[in-house]
């Protein structure tokens, strides 16, 4: 969705970042819930978790990693290229709105108080 102003990451290498923070006051249900401190310290783990991407070392240069790790519209080189990922069908569409009407806590999408003028992300992917 370049096209229409949404960024995406796709010339620069990405990684997996994960945090664990007091966001009561926003996060949780627009801080209707609290952090239960009585439950500290919190941990997150992760077992078994294997990324399948093309890997850029980072002795090479971002230009040749980004060659390296880029698909014309007629080689597809991998999974991720493959036009069954770029859209839900309607099946996929419901399971994703069930899973967040049963476990979504927070969209930022959602949030007007933080973001008073929606995302490009936000509005072109709606699948309520």
Request: hydrophobic share 35%; net charge negative; charged share 20%.
């Amino acid at each position: 969705m370049e096209h229409k102003g949404i960024p995406f990451p796709k010339d620069q290498p990405m990684g997996v970042y994960s945090s664990i923070w007091n966001a009561d006051d926003w996060a949780t249900q627009g801080g209707r819930v609290k952090t239960d401190w009585s439950h500290a310290p919190f941990i997150a783990t992760y077992k078994a978790f294997e990324i399948n991407a093309c890997e850029c070392p980072m002795s090479v240069a971002a230009m040749d990693n980004t060659k390296r790790c880029s698909s014309s519209s007629d080689d597809k080189k991998f999974w991720w290229d493959e036009p069954n990922l770029s859209v839900l069908n309607l099946h996929q569409s419901h399971q994703l709105m069930w899973v967040r009407a049963k476990h979504m806590v927070y969209d930022y999408c959602n949030d007007v108080s933080r973001f008073p003028i929606t995302p490009l992300e936000c509005v072109h992917h709606r699948h309520n």
